[in-house]
Structure formats: structure tokens, C-alpha cells
């Protein structure tokens, strides 16, 4: 069955340090991976995605990631948080058509 | 500017009364989206539609109904057979046919037992 983990349901870090937000998926066929994030009673945003095209992707407000297919894995990044980065974010998976598979989520605290 | 457009923000439903939500977009869009989405869990699929006057159950469609006229508009009909309404519902568009397109959201309505 597809699924995607995200592997940690908080994570809690310092302004002006780097931010590691871990996803891991399960797929028979090479998906597309997504990560969005959320603000309070706001819609989803689109960060970045990955298409089979280069492994290393470049997002938006410094974000970036990297798809590794021999550990199923694709991280978020940035290497300095900003007060503004608090939100909830959430990896996604399309492996072809309309099933698109969300993670629950991790929600990232940034301290002043 | 180009975008999903939700309404109500926030919704209070009596006990045994329909409601709607209503989603609009403008994004020249074929697929539109209605996701779920409880406290400390991911989004889950109510309806999806691909075409005009085609929809298509996701995973928790009971107790829910749609329609979809317009290519503009997928409203979302809270009926009394939802027994757990409270939820914050998000709709989504996005570029049918493959699914390597991103999902585009509106900001969501809030919805409540009254």
C-alpha cells in the first residue's frame, strides 16, 4: 500500500539554525512528491516538488529538499529558520491520477 | 489574481441541518478537491471531481454530497447523516490529467456544532 510518514510530529528549533523536517514514503512507482505548508486557518501552501527531474529541489523562502530513492526518503530543509516559518507542513505523494496521499503533518516551533 | 476562493469562513450547524460551503475558483482548472481536515491529522479526501457533471467519492464521503454545473464551482453539502461534522474543509483545484500537478487551496471553512 502507498503511504508517506512523516517522522516527526513536532519539531522545535532555534531562530537562525538549521530545520530538518523528516518524510519517508512507500510506493510501488516513482510518485510525485510534494511538501506544502500551512498557517493557522489558512489553506495549504505549495513549497516545492519533485518530479523526476533533478533529485535536489529548490523551493520557495529558502526551503529545499532531496529525494533519495534508495532510502524511499524526501527531507525538507533550510538552513536558517525565521520566526515565520512556524506553521505545520505536510509531504505529499502522487503516484499517477487522483489518489494523492498526505502525511499528518509536522508541526515546526521556532524559538526567539 | 488568480486563486480558490471559500465561504463562509465559518460555519455553526444545528442538529439535523444541511449546510453548504461553497468553493469558486478561477484558475481555468478541471480537477476540484474536498479534504477533511481534523487536529493533528493529515487532509482526507471527501469528493473529487475531474470533469464538469462528473464527481467521484474519496475516502470518507458518507454523510456528504456534491455537485459540480460549473467548471468554476464544487460546493460541498454537510447533511444531517454526518454525525461528526466539526472540521476545518478545504477545497483544492488543480490541472487535470496527471498527477505530477500541485493541488491549489482555498483558506478553508471552519465548521461547528451549534
Known amino acids: 500500500a502507498q503511504s508517506v510518514t512523516q517522522l516527526d510530529s513536532h519539531v522545535s528549533v532555534s531562530e537562525g539554525t538549521p530545520v530538518l523536517l523528516r518524510c519517508n514514503y512507500s510506493s510501488s512507482y516513482s510518485p510525485s512528491l510534494f511538501w506544502y505548508v500551512q498557517h493557522p486557518n489558512k489553506g495549504l501552501q505549495l513549497l516545492l516538488k519533485?518530479?523526476?527531474?533533478?533529485?535536489l529541489v529548490k523551493g520557495i523562502n529558502g526551503f529545499e529538499a532531496e529525494f533519495k530513492k534508495s532510502e524511499t526518503s524526501f527531507h525538507l530543509t533550510k538552513p536558517s529558520a525565521h520566526m515565520s516559518d512556524a506553521a505545520e507542513y505536510f509531504c505529499v505523494a502522487n503516484t499517477g491520477g487522483f489518489k494523492t496521499i498526505f502525511g499528518a503533518g509536522t508541526r515546526l516551533f521556532v524559538k526567539a | 489574481d488568480g486563486g480558490i476562493t471559500q465561504s463562509p469562513k465559518y460555519l455553526f450547524r444545528k442538529e439535523g441541518q444541511n449546510v453548504t460551503l461553497s468553493c469558486e475558483q478561477n484558475l481555468n482548472h478541471d480537477a476540484m478537491y474536498w479534504y477533511r481536515q481534523d487536529p493533528g491529522q493529515g487532509l482526507r479526501l471527501i469528493y473529487y471531481?475531474?470533469?464538469?457533471?462528473?464527481?467521484q467519492k474519496g475516502d470518507i464521503a458518507e454523510g456528504y454530497s456534491v455537485s459540480r454545473e460549473k467548471k468554476e464551482s464544487f460546493p460541498l453539502t454537510v447533511t444531517s447523516a454526518q454525525k461528526n461534522p466539526t472540521a476545518f474543509y478545504l477545497c483544492?483545484?488543480?490541472?487535470?490529467?496527471?498527477?505530477?500537478?500541485?493541488?491549489?487551496f482555498g483558506d478553508g471553512t471552519r465548521l461547528s456544532i451549534l
Open positions: 483544492a483545484s488543480s490541472i487535470a490529467g496527471s498527477g505530477n500537478q500541485p493541488q491549489h
Open positions: 519533485y518530479t523526476s527531474a533533478a533529485t
Open positions: 471531481s475531474q470533469i464538469v457533471n462528473d464527481f
